[in-house]
């Protein structure tokens, strides 16, 4: 019996040092990726000061061969010419070593590396609060920045003010709002759906994939229920897709399409969100909000039905084939600019 005692009394002692060990590491770890952050950059602030004080626009271009082969012969590989370049562009990008000081305690060099280089402000900032918030690893990232997230999410066709106004919610209060969730279209490319296929199939094979589903979704997204079911007036009805989105605290009933949208899917799943907010919305929830997921969209009838701005029912185009990106782009800019448009419109008549 003591032995039994005293093996199970190592291995808590074991385990305990084990996780201390780990937890000092990922300590470290950070530590010396924040001071190796603000290492270089202040770096990029020397190099970029020494060039400002010589005002010729040929000289950065000559010192920053000489430099980096000089610290490479001193401290080894880290400091080739286009890691010196990326130093730059980071003292460029955060003027104030405060707010950069912040943000390096929640994302590696790597991260920092990959969003330097976008050069648009707002959407460099969203891509900053959404990787801390969602804890991106550096291959999420890019493959979000390469799939064109900003361009798709909601909060990308509102006007800069509130866009700003959302990330310094999200930033200092931790609190998502719908349009930094939703996003239009939706890339499934994933699902391996090509050719004809049917509703089932489509849910069936979210459900087969459903980690890359709710990567592409937004990871507080939380499964809840496949086909599920309500009984109203004695009738059988079944919501495509249930889930709970932690951050927004809220059901999200999702209906499949395959075709364009319908009128008709309105009152649908207004049907599906009272029923959700009358028996499954527990104390403390928001109202639930429905995603209705169609392969085309009918701008028409979503404008009439004042569907655009609706914050309880979204509506959203799926793609099960991922497109040329510029073509991509080309499109979503169209609906960023119409979206702008319709707001500057609007303005004018209040």
């Not at 039994?4 to 990922?26: F, Y």
């Not at 470290?28 to 000061?49: C, M, P, R």
């Not at 562009?89 to 969003?115: G, P, Y």
């Not at 589903?213 to 009984?231: D, N, P, V, W, Y």
Request: proline share 2%; aromatic share 8%; charged share 25%.
């Amino acid at each position: 019996m003591s032995e039994l005692i005293n093996t199970s009394n190592a291995s808590n002692l074991l385990n305990s040092i084990v996780s201390l060990i780990n937890l000092t590491r990922q300590n470290v770890a950070k530590t010396v990726n924040q001071e190796l952050t603000l290492l270089y950059w202040k770096i990029g602030k020397n190099i970029n000061d020494e060039i400002l004080n010589n005002n010729r626009a040929d000289y950065g271009k000559k010192i920053i061969p000489d430099l980096s082969l000089k610290l490479t012969e001193l401290y080894g590989t880290g400091f080739n010419k286009r890691n010196l370049q990326s130093f730059i562009k980071l003292n460029t990008v955060f003027e104030d070593i405060t707010i950069l000081h912040a943000v390096s305690t929640k994302l590696s060099w790597t991260h920092l590396r990959t969003i330097i280089y976008i050069e648009n402000s707002i959407k460099r900032e969203f891509y900053i609060q959404i990787a801390i918030h969602e804890r991106w690893s550096v291959r999420t990232l890019q493959e979000r920045i390469d799939s064109l997230l900003f361009e798709r999410t909601a909060i990308s066709k509102k006007p800069e003010e509130t866009i700003l106004n959302e990330l310094e919610q999200l930033k200092s209060k931790q609190q998502i709002t719908p349009d930094l969730t939703f996003r239009d279209p939706y890339i499934l490319d994933f699902l391996g759906l090509h050719d004809s296929y049917s509703e089932k199939d489509l849910e069936s094979t979210i459900l087969a994939q459903l980690q890359y589903f709710i990567t592409e979704m937004g990871s507080e997204f939380a499964f809840l229920a496949r086909q599920k079911r309500i009984i109203i007036d004695n009738e059988d009805y079944y919501i495509d897709l249930l889930f709970f989105h932690r951050g927004l605290k809220s059901l999200i009933a999702i209906d499949l399409k395959l075709g364009k949208f319908k009128a008709g899917y309105k009152g649908q799943m207004e049907l599906y969100l009272k029923w959700l907010e009358h028996n499954e919305q527990k104390d403390g929830e928001n109202k639930p909000i429905g995603l209705i997921l169609c392969s085309e969209k009918s701008p028409e009838q979503i404008n009439y039905l004042t569907l655009d701005n609706n914050e309880q029912i979204k509506v959203a185009e799926y793609l099960t084939q991922l497109p040329e990106k510029q073509l991509l782009l080309e499109k979503l800019e169209k609906a960023i600019a119409i979206a702008e448009n319709k707001t500057q419109t609007n303005g004018r008549k209040s």
